[in-house]
């Protein structure tokens, strides 16, 4: 009989138990940090739940010097390749009437004119103005004397929370401007007519339709834009 096979058995070393200070939804969306920041390429350091994302400069991003005429007044600026103009506008000159809507050139309240044309200033780098004519919302009135199309949005209330309503009377103003010219739009019925195009509802609602009021307040503001192009009409923005 092997006496070795009786020997008691020592029970097996037991691994140590550790607590764990997180709770479910923390550890949760601790790994969808880092899982999302792995899949998107971001580097990202942290300690337990804390994650924070390190920015990366992009490689020879210097300054480039940058002259602009911003509502009457000439501007030498030095600013980052990549800067939009809004953001331009919005952080280094502090001309914050412009807004940051959607920030991909689908909502229009951003909108400014540049040489008297209107663009989206989010999808617009700064740089490429360079020596241009740029008007923000702030340099449409003539001191204390409001534009006509400004007069005209408080007559008719072509607005409500006011959001849009900068980037909507820039769009106005350059659209009256693009009818005096006889520019046609996609539902101009007579493609050849010579002078200025007539401004119905239809029209209007077509040549406004870059800028979106959230507020639904589009029935004044066709009412303002007809005024502005016919003063003294009166709700003829609803006609068709």
Known sequence: MNHENLKPETPQQQRPIYRWSL?????????????GGAVMGFPIRGSGVTVVEVEQPA???????LQLTINGKQQQLTVDPRTTLLDLLREKLQLTGTKKGCDHG???ACTVLTNGRRIN????????????????IEGIAQ???LHPVQAAFLEHDGFQCGYCTPGQICSAVALLQEAR?????YVTADLRKIGTADLNANEIRERMSGNICRCGAYPGIVAAVQEAHSPGTRGGGEKS
């Open 23 to 35: 709770s479910r939804r923390e550890f949760v969306a601790a790994a969808g940090l880092l899982t």
């Open 59 to 65: 490689a020879g991003a210097g300054s480039m010097p």
């Open 106 to 108: 689908q909502c229009g």
């Open 121 to 136: 200033s989010c999808l617009s780098l700064a740089l490429t103005h360079e020596g241009e004519q740029i008007t923000t």
């Open 143 to 145: 001191g204390d004397q």
């Open 181 to 185: 010219k006889g520019d046609a739009s």
